[in-house]
């Protein structure tokens, strides 16, 4: 069982820059795969970006340029850097791990909701 820790949301302008971060209990083993999710009302839960333990990265294209995401392998933390925030960017934004590979079980964190507006 692998418990995932958040912190970073909160409310932010447009324009305005917010980090996540995300902490994994694991640390007998480097997971595979670490990465973001979110989920805006009314519409399903969607990938933000997500990270290999070699480095290997994806991007939703709606994020591209904008959002950054990295990891500290060693302590199974992932983080992500959020630039250019705009008012479509507002959703809980749940961590995702996935130890043994994408396709294997993965793990969620409980959700940091992000808002952006003026």
């Known amino acids: 069982q692998v418990q995932l820790v958040e912190s970073g949301g909160g409310w932010v302008q447009p324009g305005g820059s917010l980090r996540l971060s995300c902490a994994a209990s694991e640390s007998r083993f480097s997971i595979y795969g670490m990465g973001w999710y979110r989920q805006a009302p009314g519409k399903e839960r969607a990938l933000v970006a997500r990270?290999?333990?070699?480095?290997?990265?994806n991007y939703a294209d709606s994020v591209k340029g904008r959002f950054t995401i990295s990891r500290d392998g060693a302590r199974n933390t992932v983080y992500l850097q959020m630039n250019s925030l705009n008012v479509e960017d507002t959703a809980v934004y749940y961590c995702n791990a996935a130890p043994f590979g994408w396709s294997a079980r993965n793990y969620w964190g409980q959700g940091t909701q992000v808002t952006v507006s003026s």
């Open positions: 990270i290999t333990n070699s480095g290997s990265t």
